[in-house]
């Protein structure tokens, strides 16, 4: 079979180069982002067949990453990685297909990523239906004190600030400034207890 695209998506340089050499070892083409907007570049630019997102990025977090993929992309692979988890399931709410803890020996995660890709794509559970909620993190204020979020669209991959209404803890719904497309969201605050590596 082609060599299987792989990308791999961190805040932290260290973490992409270490991961990204030995997932190469292996023989996989390996592309890297530092965060989420720029893994949506590289996703536009060519598909990947597996996206290894960290969790916990500023600008967008790994959490609405993998929303917005398993919506618009569903054919993709995807593997959360944090080392504000551990054990290897998938924290609840989290749209991926694997976790892999950060820090833990890399042939763990070469083993998920070859589990992936010598599947056969009529394996993939059908996605189409599962609505996630986008995952965002709460950004602050506007100049007019009140609290806002930025989301992305799922449609056209375009990103708005909306205010944020209702109660934070249920799923809102909005409508894209751009295309116009529904989209529904869920806030999570961003963790800033990551130990350094
Ligand atoms: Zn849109």
Same mark, same amino acid.
């Given at each position: 079979m082609p060599q299987a695209k792989l990308l791999i998506t961190d805040d932290e340089a260290?973490?992409?180069?270490?991961?990204?050499?030995?997932?190469?070892e292996f023989g996989y083409e390996v592309r890297t982002a530092d965060?989420?907007?720029?893994? +949506?570049?590289?996703?536009?630019?060519? +598909?990947?067949?597996?996206?290894?997102?960290?969790?916990?990025? #500023?600008?967008?977090?790994?959490?609405? +990453? +993998?929303?917005v993929v398993r919506r618009r992309f569903p054919a993709i692979w995807t593997i959360a990685m944090s080392g504000s988890f551990s054990g290897d399931s998938v924290p609840p709410g989290v749209a991926a297909d694997a976790f892999y803890e950060k820090g833990s020996h890399s042939g763990l995660l070469f083993r998920l990523v070859k589990a992936m890709t010598q599947s056969e794509r009529a394996a993939h559970p059908d996605r189409s239906t599962a609505l996630a909620p986008i995952w965002i993190p709460r950004n602050g204020h506007d100049p007019a004190g009140e609290p806002y979020v930025m989301i992305t669209c799922t449609e056209c991959l375009r990103s708005f600030s909306q205010v944020l209404g209702g109660d934070p803890a249920t799923i809102q719904h909005?409508?894209?400034?751009?295309?116009?497309? #529904?989209?529904?969201y869920a806030i999570v605050q961003q963790q800033h207890c990551r130990a350094a590596a």
């Open positions: 260290p973490v992409r180069t270490a991961l990204s050499a030995a997932l190469d965060h989420g907007f720029s893994a +949506l570049a590289e996703i536009r630019r060519e +598909l990947p067949d597996v996206i290894i997102a960290d969790l916990h990025m #500023p600008g967008m977090s790994g959490f609405e +990453l +993998l929303s909005a409508d894209c400034v751009h295309c116009s497309s #529904p989209i529904q």
